[in-house]
């Protein structure tokens, strides 16, 4: 049976899960979005991480942290281990912080996101705002105020029961459990994550990280 590796020649990658058993399937209420399956687990030996596939078993995205230990920021890479996103933990701010960056740049952040203080116990877990006010940045095309929320995220993680809105209230974006397959419970560990065309397929995957350091595992 077909092992699924990352798109790399030079990689040291162990043998993940079949294609067949992590195999997203869209139903006809998701004709127009991207299903993507996610295992949280590293393809490395000794790393943290997420693996994420495509419908078909291909290796889309990967976050392999090398240093167990280190949370402070977290690497959203391609299949060839080309970086994407980096999530970097805002440093001395109050609250659950975290600041996104373009590739591994240091400079001009893309977005922030903020945990939500469930004083009132509301439904809302963590809200995306503007990392700067320059009109017309890449992670908030209809937004000037660098205060303004874009983006929302509704539900529980612990349960992989989460929805994203943008600013109109649409559903851009789920986390969802995996079905059982062969009568074979995957656990939280594989669940799904349905993205619109409306939103970018690698921002949603740098929200799935900061949710799970925020509410998962991953924050002990």
Known sequence: MTKVYPNSANANIVPAYEPQRLNSSSGSD????????????????????????DSK???VFRVDNYLAGHKGEIVLMDAAGKPLLTIRRKRLSLGDNWVVYDGETTENPRFCATKHVNIL???CLAHVTSANSRKGSDASKNYDNKNAVFYQMEGSYAQRCCAVYDSKRRRVAEIKRKEAVGGVALGVDVFRLIVQPDMDTSVAMSLVILLDQMYGTSRR
């Open 30 to 53: 998701n004709e127009a979005a991207t299903v993507l399956t996610v295992w949280k687990k590293s393809l490395l030996l000794n790393c943290n991480g997420f693996t994420v596939f």
């Open 57 to 59: 078993g291909n290796l």
């Open 121 to 123: 116990k509301n439904k």
